[in-house]
């Protein structure tokens, strides 16, 4: 239900893999563990929340911008009252763009 199913493409196919042998969308990402987002400059801010909203919606823009280093996504996801399921695509596609990554925690 998620992946090819869900709307959501992986362009690399070992991610993809990974996320669908595991059975659950969180896979290889911890709930506990806090991520920051990668880009260097306000064009790579751009390009990432854009790809993100082309793909997810204001949902996946809003997961975007409250992702700050320092707060784990469980917390993250429960501050913002988002599914579970939804929470863990968007940020398990924005791991896979890139965009965003794991910094600690749990």
Sequence with gaps: WYGAEAGVSFDDPIAARLVEEAGHPMA??????S???????????????????????????????EIDGERSAR????????EADLFS???????????VRDVGGG
């Design 28 to 33: 290889g990402m911890g709930w506990e563990r």
């Design 35 to 65: 991520y920051a987002k990668a880009e260097q400059t306000p064009l790579d801010r751009f390009k990432n929340k854009n790809r993100i909203l082309k793909t997810f919606g204001p949902p996946g823009a809003a997961v975007y911008d």
């Design 75 to 82: 917390d993250i996801q429960a501050a913002m009252g988002m």
């Design 89 to 99: 695509k968007i940020l398990s596609q924005l791991i896979t763009d890139g965009a």
